[in-house]
């Protein structure tokens, strides 16, 4: 079967998509992360020239090709040995935004070696500052461009379908889950034979194995985080700076007042609260809240080109994407990668040139009919 969307991308990774596919509890906001875009109907003008078609955006003073920034995600490595240099050299040969996550399986400094544009980092404020301290001046001497704080994970959701499913991160090999594993001969080898997979940033007092520092990791969340550490943050670091996790647009406003550069409108793909909105139906009124005064990214949900005009005409500067990135990965690593950006790509001119918008950059909310 040729591969034609995003979704056909999550078919080749079947199964191994349910380490990733999981939301929190019901998985109510996941669903509605992705369900909340089909509600929005874009309003196409015609008989205007959309010869020359641009889709490059300009973020946190960087230029991509391509409005497309991958999300921070866990243990890529997991899915495909080096799965987060693939990813980063996929992402930015594409001409799109990569961002190493603090729990990721590759070096700060081995991102920044095959990256070809600088990459952003994503940190959780832990309860060891001083570890947080290095994890940032590493980042700042790398070469990374943004600090991303992700803001949404005082402690971790509660993920049922994980319970279910009897899944581990990392996999364990069960009597009860062998059939699964003997369906992905390919991802098993991959896996055995690769290079070892552990939490490559992190100095943790043990790293004989990933589950001792999984636990520890888990120790170090930190429920005391207020303001005063995103100031903390922002002075270490010297750039621009990202919160991840805003739905609130008073928590959007509160984020300027606190000089933070970029609002990124998520809540962790679904995975944290259950019950809460989604990213796409939080973004206008942030949009609004922030008004001008700092950048604002959606998170959360997107799949196709078309939500990417959707978002952007409803005020977002560029769109994260999360799964569809792991889709790739899981399906065919490097390669995977730069086939689910092509297919966005492809998606987002033929969305330019039908809905009559030639320059991604100028959409606005007249581009958008609501139900
Ligand atoms: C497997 C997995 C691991 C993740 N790990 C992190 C992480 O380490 N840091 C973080 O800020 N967000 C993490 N996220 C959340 C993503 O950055 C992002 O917010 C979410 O995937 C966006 O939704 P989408 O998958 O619908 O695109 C993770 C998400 C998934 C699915």
């Given at each position: 079967m040729g591969i034609a969307n995003i979704e056909d991308l999550r078919q080749l990774a079947r199964q191994l998509t349910e380490v990733f596919d999981v939301g929190a509890q019901d998985e109510g906001t996941l669903r509605a992360n992705n369900a909340d875009f089909n509600r929005i109907a874009l309003m196409p003008r015609v008989?205007?020239?959309?010869s020359q078609r641009d889709q490059s955006v300009t973020v946190l003073g960087q230029k991509f090709d391509i409005p497309l920034i991958l999300s921070p995600t866990g243990l890529p490595g997991v899915l495909w040995p080096n799965g987060a240099t693939e990813g980063a050299r996929a992402a930015t040969a594409a001409g799109a935004g990569f961002c190493l996550s603090s729990m990721s399986t590759s070096t700060i400094e081995e991102i920044a070696k095959v990256a070809t544009r600088p990459p952003w980092f994503q940190l959780?404020?832990?309860?060891d500052r001083v570890m947080s301290r290095a994890l940032i001046e590493r980042a700042k001497a790398a070469g990374y461009s943004a600090l991303l704080l992700t803001?949404?994970?005082a402690m971790q959701g509660q993920r049922d379908r994980d319970v279910h499913n009897g899944l581990t991160m990392p996999p364990t090999f069960r009597a009860s889950n062998v059939l699964d594993f003997a369906l992905h001969p390919g991802w098993v080898w991959r896996f055995l034979t690769g290079p070892k997979v552990t939490l490559a940033n992190l100095i943790t007092p043990d790293q004989s194995d990933l589950f001792t520092i999984a636990g520890y990791v888990n120790s170090q969340f930190d429920q005391s985080v207020t303001w005063k550490d995103i100031e903390w943050a922002k002075t270490v670091w010297g750039g621009p700076l990202a919160l991840k996790g805003i739905l609130d647009p008073e928590d959007a406003k509160l984020a300027v007042d606190h000089g933070v550069d970029a609002v990124i409108v998520s809540n962790h793909g679904g995975r944290q609260l259950d019950g809460v909105r989604s990213a796409v139906s939080s973004l206008p009124d942030v949009v609004d809240a922030v008004a001008g005064r700092a950048e604002v990214i959606l998170d959360g949900g997107v799949r196709r080109g078309t939500d990417v005009l959707k978002a952007m005409a409803l005020g977002a500067k560029a769109c994260m994407i999360g799964r569809p990135f792991l889709y790739g990965l899981a399906s065919q690593g490097g390669v995977g990668v730069a086939r689910a950006l092509e297919i966005f790509r492809n998606e987002i001119d033929l969305a330019l040139a039908l809905s009559g918008s030639a320059n991604l950059s100028k959409l606005d909310r007249s581009c958008i009919a609501w139900p």
């Open positions: 008989l205007r020239d959309v959780y404020l832990m309860r803001v949404d994970l």
